[in-house]
């Protein structure tokens, strides 16, 4: 069964780092691309960045370009999120999943990690 375990997660103050982390099992980690999602109160979850089955290759969505970056281990099937100058709008549950249309791979989801930035 495919599961998630996000950390990493806090209360830092606008412009302050976070290093997100996610282990992922259930699945063969480095034949996927990895996707990290955020929740905020109230709002939609939204897609937050992707990279590659390889590493070679990411996206980013445009409110976080320049800011965040995504990273992979493949054979400790980990998946990274690095958030600099964080603002208050990235205050959010964020969480890791599969890039896959099938089904039995993308129904699940980890528990999430808050990130809270206030002052």
């Known amino acids: 069964q495919v599961q998630y375990v996000e950390f990493g997660g806090g209360l830092v103050q606008p412009g302050g780092s976070l290093r997100l982390s996610c282990a992922a099992s259930?699945?063969?980690?480095?034949?996927?691309?990895m996707s990290w999602y955020r929740q905020a109160p109230g709002k939609e979850r939204e897609l937050v960045a992707t990279?590659?089955?390889?590493?070679?290759?990411?996206t980013y969505a445009e409110f976080v370009k320049g800011r965040f970056t995504i990273s992979r281990d493949n054979p400790n099937k980990m998946v990274f999120l690095q958030m600099n100058s964080l603002k208050a709008e990235d205050t959010a549950v964020y969480y890791c999943?599969?890039?896959?249309?099938?089904?039995?791979?993308?129904?699940?989801w980890g528990q999430g990690t808050q990130v809270t930035v206030s002052s």
């Open positions: 999943k599969i890039v896959s249309t099938r089904a039995s791979l993308s129904a699940y």
């Open positions: 259930g699945f063969t980690f480095s034949n996927f691309a």
């Open positions: 990279i590659g089955p390889t590493g070679r290759s990411t």
